[in-house]
């Protein structure tokens, strides 16, 4: 070994060493100096160390007089006890230093455009630490963050292969099947003008493996679509990838909740009971407004319609009158929080609930013996009573309605529910509190029972609601042809705390089920032939029942890290338009290689 190699790591000394010759490497976090001693906090990934070069040793302290933030150095010295009332009871190397006698440079670094510190960072545009992204992985809770996704998988890789699944390869070149979101497409060189697509995921490859006998199949897949950027999205992602033969529902949901389990106490210490609660799509969409729901606290949206029908105001008559619904949401103890000009046209929360097609917001404040607010007056006393008891209302809170049609209400109240839950604070989210994470702070369940099709008005015709793969419950099967809107799907997602972390389902294994399907939305024999009939072919040959889901990891290591970011879990992230600004790509390519691909 070189004598510039580290015999420890920067988060490794401790009291037990003291008068140990050791050497560390890393990174300079900060430097301080005074006319006798230099400081330097020197930085790895496994913690800091406090390394003094003194002037009686003029070698050493010469060159440490040359060193700045960011230089890689090597550092041979004595571990030494610090001063009494010198700790740092921050740091797990707090109680020691490193009394330097030899140094060197193993490389140095100009000015950062930004320090490489928690505080330092705060402060930097995220576009210009996206730009540095290798300045900014140097931060501790990016690093922590990247080694609790580490974690993630190793658990993951672990548990299934023990549980007998085997993980497999797919493809990421293949054929482009538009069936959701745009597929990234990838020119071939050989055959000009035709196409490769890349995976919006493994599905059809993962069906193909379960009919080849595969029974229990893996993969922690990568993943591209070409779709608008979010906070919580990224054009490639990365998902667990899981399916199962001669199955049905209950079997994977028995698998994922104790890899779930499994996954908790590995990574934050806490147990998550099992089994994990169900609730249906539709409960889901009445109540909470949403298909993923935030169980960590009430807010449950009421429906109205029945008393408001009895009222005398004209806007929630007529839409009632048009085949539309009025819901609500009470706002607990809200009366104060938000001022009259907040609820009306034009206010915060109007503007809010209008950012998801609602027309406007109607609103009740409720007082001891009666309502106030402009539409008060359309409601006898009776129907108030009503309304008081629908809402469970009391003096102090507030009524918030919105009246349209079906989606747009849910659409509307459900993220209204959302924007209010962290407004009154309802809860508080784990990494803001001083104490551990506990079970209780994650909600966790399933949704199920999801209709297999909608309308989509716009084109005209029935969509897959997941993908047109997914099965029907048998029960509703002689609905297909006659009452498509009717039939439900054998499909579940999974939810934390308002995310969509998983979803799957139970998949057609009858090539006349499955061309059924494809007739419904829309596909004749001849489109549908040439879009799937590798796997049409397939289903013919064989194939056993099978079924599994997907599970968003990106998503799983946001919330386990701490953050609702998540490019903050990503090594290498795209910005909100879809630029890597680190490489700067997409970027133009070379006119030959273009003319190679046979473009122009």
Known sequence: ?????????????????????????????????????????????????????????????????????????????????????????????GKVELKVNKIKILNSSPVPPFEVTEFGSELANEDLRLQYRFLDLRRKSLQDTLIKRHLINHTIRTFLSDEGFLELETPLLGKSTPEGARDYLVPSRTFHGEFYALPQSPQLYKQLLMVAGYDKYFQIARCLRDEDLRADRQPEFTQLDLEMSFIEIENIFQVIERLTQKIFQNCLGITIPLPLPKISYAEAMTKYGSDKPDLRFGLPIVALDEIVARSEFKVFKDILAKGGTVRGIKAP???????NTDLK????????????????????????SKFSGSIEKFFSPEVQGDLRKAF????????????????VVCDALGALRSHLGNLLKCYTNWW????????????IAWVVDFPL?????????????????TAPQDDDLTYLETDPKRVKAKAYDLVINGYEVGGGSIRIHSSEIQQKIF?????????????????????KFGAPPHGGIALGLDRWAMMLAGTTNIR???AFPKNQKGRDLMTGAPAPVETRQLKDLGLK
């Open 1 to 93: 070994m070189s004598d510039w190699q580290r015999t420890h790591t920067c988060g490794e000394l401790c009291e037990n060493l003291v008068g140990t010759i050791v050497t560390l490497n890393g990174w300079v976090n900060t430097i301080r100096t005074y006319p006798d001693q230099i400081f330097i906090d020197l930085r790895d990934r496994y913690g800091i160390t406090q390394v003094v070069a003194e002037i009686d040793n003029p070698q050493v302290f010469q060159i440490a007089q040359t060193i700045s933030r960011e230089f890689v150095l090597s550092v041979t010295g004595q571990v030494s006890k610090r001063l009494p009332g010198k700790e740092n009871l921050k740091l797990s190397t």
């Open 333 to 339: 103890n809200a009366a104060d929080k938000f001022s």
């Open 345 to 368: 046209p034009g206010g915060k929360l109007a503007e809010f609930v209008a950012n998801y097609g609602a027309k406007g917001l109607a609103w009740l404040k409720v007082e001891e």
């Open 392 to 407: 469970d209302a009391k003096a102090g809170d507030v009524l918030l309605m919105v009246a349209d049609q079906e989606q």
């Open 432 to 443: 803001e509190k001083e104490t551990a994470p506990v079970a209780e702070d994650f909600s």
């Open 453 to 469: 099709f909608m309308w989509d008005a716009e084109e005209g015709r029935y969509v897959a609601n997941h993908h047109p793969f």
């Open 519 to 539: 007739s419904i939305l829309g596909m004749d024999e001849e489109n549908a032939r040439n879009r799937f009939g590798f796997l049409l072919d397939a289903l």
């Open 568 to 570: 903050d879990v990503i």
